[in-house]
C-alpha cells in the first residue's frame, strides 16, 4: 500500500523507509509523514562520519502533485550531532532546497505549466493549492532568459503594454525563420533602442542581412546605424492598413451626406444603411469576401457580394475611384515581382496623385517616402516573402499574456514571462536534484 502511495505521489526515487512512513487526510487534504533511511550522516564542517541522531523536527513541504486536492509531505528531518567537533546539522533533504516549502517536484510542474501564454501566475497558484507569490517567487528564481543569437532575418515591432514603466511601448526583435523572440526592450525610442543594440556584437551584427518592420522611424534609423549589411523592408500588412484607413475616411464622408440628423439629406437612409452595414467590403480585397448570401435586413432580403459592391459603388463616384485605387494597389501588392516594381510602382503613385481625393494625399506621400522599403518587401527569402507575419503571431501572445495578468509593472518578470512562454527550449537555471 505504502509503495502504491510512493509511486502516486512519484517518490520512487528517494529513499523513504516505507515501515515508519504513513498516510492521513485531514480537511480534503492528503498529508503524508515521511521518514527517510537511516544513511551514514557526514559531518559538513569537519568531515567525520562518527555522528549520532540529536533529535527531529518535522517539516512542511508542498507537493502538490495530486491537482484535485492538496497535498502535504510532513517529513520527518534527522538532526545529527557530531561527537568529534559537536556541530549540529541536518541531514540532506531531497525533496526540496533548503529554505524552500515547495517540493522540486512542484516547481517544475508549475514552470512546466508556464510555459502556455494563457496562463497566468494566480491560476497556477490555484492548481498547485499554493500562494500566487510562491509561484511568482519560483518563476524569478528559475527562470532568466538570456537574449538570443541575431539571425539574418528579424522583425521588429512593439506592442502597447499600458503600466509598463519607463515606457508603454516595448519592442520586440524576433527570429523571422523559427518565430523565436531575439529580446524584448523596455521602449521603442531610438536612443534607448541605441544603447541596447550597440552592446551586441558588431560581428554579429554585420551578419544581418534583412530587418522588417513598421513605418517607425525609430527603427529604420536604428537599423542604418547598427546594422551595416541589412535592408530594411517594411511590412506589407502596415501599408494597406493605412490604405484602408484612407478608404474608410472616405466611405465615412460620403456616409455623412446621407445621415438623418444632417441638414443637407440627399436620399433616402438605404445609402447611409448599406454604407455603414457593408462597411468592410471597402477594406477586404474583392476576392477574399465570401461568395454567398448576405442579409440585407432593411429591405428583407438577400443580396450577393456583387450586387452588394454595385450598389455601394453607385452611390458616389469619388467612393468608387477610391475603392478602385485601393484594390489596385491590394493587387500590386500581391502580384508584384521585385523586377518589375520600379514601373508599377510609379503608375501607382500617378494614380494615387492625381485622383483628386484628398484622404489619399497622405498615403501617397507616405508610400513615396517609404519606397525602397516597401521594395525590399517584395524579397523572398528561402521561399517566404519578407514580412511582420511571425512577430504579428507573437504579440498576439503577449497581449494574451498581459490581459490575462491584467498588466505588468516589472518589466524584466514580464520579458521573462514573455520569451519563457514563446521560445519553448528556453532553459530552466539553478535546478539541481
Not at 114 to 142: C, E, G, M, P, W
Request: hydrophobic content about 35%; overall charge positive; charged content about 25%.
Amino acid at each position: 500500500m505504502n509503495y502504491d502511495i510512493i509511486k502516486l505521489l512519484n517518490l520512487e526515487t528517494y529513499n523513504i523507509d516505507l515501515d515508519k512512513s504513513t498516510l492521513i487526510k485531514e480537511n480534503n487534504t492528503i498529508i503524508y509523514y515521511v521518514v527517510l533511511k537511516n544513511n551514514i550522516a557526514t559531518c559538513p564542517k569537519c568531515g567525520c562520519t562518527d555522528c549520532c541522531i540529536h533529535d527531529y523536527r518535522i517539516k512542511s513541504i508542498k507537493h502538490s502533485l495530486l491537482i484535485d486536492k492538496p497535498c502535504i509531505l510532513k517529513y520527518k528531518s534527522r538532526r545529527f550531532k557530531c561527537k568529534m567537533c559537536g556541530s549540529i546539522f541536518y541531514e540532506n533533504n531531497p525533496f526540496c532546497q533548503k529554505d524552500e516549502k515547495v517540493s522540486l517536484q512542484t516547481d517544475l510542474l508549475v514552470l512546466e505549466k508556464l510555459r502556455s501564454h494563457t496562463a497566468t501566475f494566480i491560476s497556477v497558484a490555484k492548481l498547485f493549492s499554493i500562494t500566487s507569490q510562491s509561484v511568482i517567487n519560483i518563476f524569478d528564481k528559475y527562470v532568466s532568459c538570456k537574449r538570443l543569437p541575431l539571425s539574418e532575418v528579424i522583425c521588429m515591432d512593439e506592442i502597447y503594454t499600458k503600466n509598463m514603466k519607463p515606457d508603454k511601448y516595448i519592442c520586440v526583435l524576433l527570429n523571422f525563420f523559427n518565430g523565436n523572440i531575439i529580446d524584448i526592450y523596455p521602449t521603442r525610442h531610438y536612443l534607448s533602442l541605441l544603447q541596447n543594440l550597440y552592446r551586441i556584437p558588431l560581428n554579429e551584427r554585420k551578419n544581418v542581412k534583412y530587418i522588417v518592420m513598421d513605418m517607425w522611424d525609430s527603427y529604420k534609423r536604428v537599423a542604418n546605424d547598427l546594422f551595416p549589411n541589412a535592408l530594411v523592408a517594411v511590412d506589407s500588412f502596415h501599408v494597406l492598413q493605412h490604405l484602408n484607413i484612407a478608404v474608410d475616411m472616405v466611405r465615412l464622408r460620403t456616409m455623412k451626406k446621407f445621415d438623418k440628423g444632417h441638414s443637407k439629406l440627399e436620399n433616402a437612409d438605404m445609402y447611409y444603411y448599406m454604407l455603414k452595414k457593408f462597411h468592410f467590403f471597402f477594406k477586404t480585397p474583392y476576392a477574399k469576401l465570401e461568395d454567398k448570401l448576405w442579409n440585407v435586413n432593411k429591405i428583407r432580403t438577400k443580396w450577393d457580394k456583387l450586387t452588394i459592391l454595385g450598389y455601394l459603388k453607385a452611390i458616389d463616384g469619388e467612393l468608387t475611384k477610391a475603392y478602385n485605387l485601393a484594390e489596385d494597389y491590394r493587387e500590386f501588392n500581391y502580384y508584384c515581382d521585385i523586377n518589375n516594381f520600379e514601373e508599377d510602382f510609379e503608375d501607382l503613385i500617378y494614380k494615387f496623385s492625381n485622383s483628386g481625393i484628398p484622404e489619399f494625399y497622405e498615403f501617397t506621400k507616405m508610400i513615396i517616402r517609404w519606397k525602397y522599403e516597401i521594395k525590399n518587401s517584395f524579397v523572398f527569402v528561402k521561399g517566404k516573402r519578407l514580412s511582420n507575419g511571425k512577430i504579428e503571431s507573437c504579440n498576439s501572445r503577449l497581449k494574451i499574456i498581459l490581459k490575462s495578468a491584467n498588466g505588468y509593472k516589472n518589466f524584466d518578470r514580464f520579458r521573462n514571462r514573455c520569451m519563457f512562454a514563446v521560445n519553448k527550449d528556453t532553459p530552466i537555471r539553478n535546478y539541481h536534484k
